[in-house]
């Protein structure tokens, strides 16, 4: 009985074993199935985020830098201010600056056997000579330096082509009478700063700036005169600006100081004849036989007409200037009192006189009333200037066989 019981004890034993080992069986599937029914929660999507585009304003390019002067020899380039001097647009020298700053004048003055000698020409930074009819020549002087001066003149009457050459330096055109079927339109623009004597086709007047000045023994028409107080008082009450335009081109390009543009290998010519040398011709300069001659010692250009020297009665000395031009232009004849017309708008053949040497090449001028004629060599290139005064005679072009240089 008790082996039985004992047996019985085993069995039991066992069977609560098995019992016990399916209980953690059946929780360990309890759990892993309760684990499988309850999903993990799905990760929140991260939000999205759109790029926000800035436009940025594009960087401004830099400015370039303007290309360096590169010529045949050393030139004045930006002009600095010392001592309250710059140099000058019209010739290149140190000038006051409030001078080299201002407009110039341009005077209408006769160059007629009948008229000489003028008074105050000398001042002239340039000299504009071209045929008008009778088939002599005038002058336009163009003047920086003139506060000082009293009077300049005498003053004669206007032609157009001289209006057109003195827009082209920004200048205050000063003349007493004009060509009034040619110029009357042209020089009452009110872009045209003119101050001249009332005569017939001026429509605003400056009486105050011309007076007559005696001269026993001359015609009346060569004793009117500019007279510079009076010129002042007529630029304030038209209201003219002094100052020149922002667009301003200057005429010339001149050398550096202390350097000689010499030419070395150009052609020499110590005389000039800009109507040849017997003159006797209808092209303006045949009448008076006007001529230049070279001296090396000062290097400068002597001005002589009808025999003589041709001298400023100011200082009683003789003309000269340190470049002389020749500046062809197509002309015509425009009617029966021979009234003549010059195309100086364009371009041209040209020879630049200076340092005793010839440079033959063109001039051109395409960019308007007011800016001046540019000259270039026969390879394009800018011709450069000796500093002082320049002659510029208005050669006709259909005269031009007439015109002589050389050694003699």
Request: net charge negative; with cysteine.
């Amino acid at each position: 009985m008790r082996l039985r019981k004992n047996g019985e004890k085993e069995q039991t034993a066992k069977l609560q074993g098995r019992v016990l080992v399916g209980a953690l069986l059946i929780m360990i599937l309890a759990a892993a199935c309760g684990k499988a029914q309850t999903p993990e929660p799905e990760p929140e999507p991260e939000p999205i985020v759109e790029e926000q585009v800035i436009d940025e304003p594009e960087p401004e390019p830099e400015p370039e830098p303007e290309p360096e002067l590169t010529t045949a020899y050393p030139v004045i380039d930006v002009r600095e201010e010392k001592g309250g001097q710059i140099q000058s647009y019209l010739t290149g020298k140190w000038t006051n600056k409030e001078q080299a700053l201002r407009r110039p004048i341009a005077v209408m003055i006769p160059n007629n056997a009948p008229a000489m000698p003028q008074y105050g020409i000398s001042r002239a930074a340039i000299i504009y000579e071209a045929p008008v009819e009778g088939r002599i020549t005038r002058l336009m002087a163009v003047v920086e330096d003139f506060d000082d001066l009293d009077r300049i003149g005498p003053v004669r009457s206007s032609r157009d082509y001289y209006v057109y050459q003195a827009m082209g330096y920004e200048a205050i055109y000063c003349n007493w009478g004009l060509a009034v079927p040619y110029v009357e339109e042209l020089i009452n623009r009110p872009e045209v700063y003119n101050v001249s004597a009332a005569v017939t086709g001026i429509h605003n007047p400056a009486d105050e700036a011309f007076g007559r000045y005696k001269r026993p023994g001359y015609a009346l028409e060569f004793t009117g005169y500019l007279f510079i107080d009076g010129l002042f008082d007529a630029v304030d009450r038209l209201g003219y600006d002094w100052k020149y335009d922002s667009a301003y081109v200057p005429p010339f390009l001149f050398v550096a100081d202390d350097v000689r543009a010499e030419y070395a290998d150009n052609e020499e010519a110590a005389y000039i004849y800009p109507g040849g040398k017997s003159g006797k011709n209808s092209s303006g300069y045949g009448a008076y036989h006007p001529y230049f001659e070279y001296h090396e010692d000062d290097q400068l250009y002597y001005r002589y007409q009808d025999g003589k020297k041709q001298i400023d009665e100011l200082t009683g000395d003789q003309l000269t200037v340190s470049n002389v031009v020749f500046q062809y232009c197509h002309g015509e004849k425009r009617d029966d009192h021979d009234y003549l017309a010059f195309g100086v708008h364009g371009e041209g053949d040209a020879i630049v006189f200076t340092n005793g040497r010839v440079v033959k090449g063109r001039w051109e001028r395409y960019d308007g009333d007011f800016t001046p004629a540019k000259f270039y060599d026969e390879n394009g290139e800018e011709i450069i200037f000796n500093q002082g005064s320049t002659w510029i005679c208005n050669i006709w072009d259909e005269y031009g066989d007439v015109v002589e240089y050389g050694q003699e």
